[in-house]
Nanobody, 115 residues
Framework: QVQLVESGGGLVQPGGSLTLSCAAS????????MAWYRQAPGKQREFVAR???????MYAGSMKGRLTISRDNAKNTVYLQMNSLKTEDTAVYYC?????????WGQGTQVTVSS
């Protein structure tokens, strides 16, 4: 049973930073591209960033320049560093493989950007 466990969210003021972590169980991590997604209240889940097993990265246009995705294959963990956060970044953030679909979503981690 593959599990995806996100952590690191919280309440942060506009302009602040957060680093999210996602620990993946099983053997999927090392051979798949991993990605972060987010779902804001009343909106569909959307792609945020991805990283291949070789370390190539891609970011969504709305957050490009403010994100850094990285992975530690030895720890089966993917990270998302977010800077210059805006109120519109408020959402539940999830990780999964890219593209998603083969594995159940985890519970996500709530990021709230508010003054």
């Amino acid at each position: 049973q593959v599990q995806l466990v996100e952590s690191g969210g919280g309440l942060v003021q506009p302009g602040g930073s957060l680093t999210l972590s996602c620990a993946a169980s099983g053997s999927i991590f090392s051979r798949n591209a991993m990605a972060w997604y987010r779902q804001a209240p009343g909106k569909q889940r959307e792609f945020v960033a991805r990283i291949t097993s070789a370390g190539w990265t891609m970011y969504a246009g709305s957050m490009k320049g403010r994100l850094t995705i990285s992975r530690d294959n030895a720890k089966n963990t993917v990270y998302l560093q977010m800077n210059s956060l805006k109120t519109e970044d408020t959402a539940v953030y999830y990780c999964n493989i890219y593209p998603p679909g083969a594995y159940t979503w985890g519970q996500g981690t709530q990021v709230t950007v508010s003054s």
